[in-house]
Nanobody, 123 residues
């Protein structure tokens, strides 16, 4: 079992930056691919980014490519999402997840999910 706890969300103006964190506990953190999803009000949850257990391989949604960067620190059992040049359409609840590989995560096939952190971008 893996427990995931997100933090770092908040209110920011368009063009600003935020860094989300996800702390993992429980089963070995380094054996899982990790990722981020988000859900805007009234919309389905969508893939944002994922990173392999080694940190070498990443996947990023086209909508955030060039603005968001995913990374992980295995020694701190922490996943990060650096979000720059934020837009109002980035508003939503951001969820951390863990699974077997980045492709599975990109398809929403995660074994574990966090409870989410709210990100609000004002125009």
């Amino acid at each position: 079992q893996v427990q995931l706890v997100e933090s770092g969300g908040g209110l920011v103006q368009a063009g600003g930056s935020l860094r989300l964190s996800c702390v993992a506990s429980g089963r070995t953190f380094s054996s899982n691919a990790m990722g981020w999803f988000r859900q805007a009000p009234g919309k389905e949850r969508e893939f944002v980014a994922a990173i392999s257990w080694s940190g070498v391989s990443t996947r990023t949604a086209d909508s955030v490519k060039g603005r968001f960067t995913i990374s992980r620190d295995i020694f701190k059992n922490t996943l990060y999402l650096q979000m720059n040049s934020l837009k109002p359409e980035d508003t939503g609840v951001y969820y951390c997840n863990a699974g077997s590989d980045t492709l599975a995560l990109a398809r929403g096939n995660a074994d574990f999910w966090g409870l989410g952190t709210q990100v609000t971008v004002s125009s």
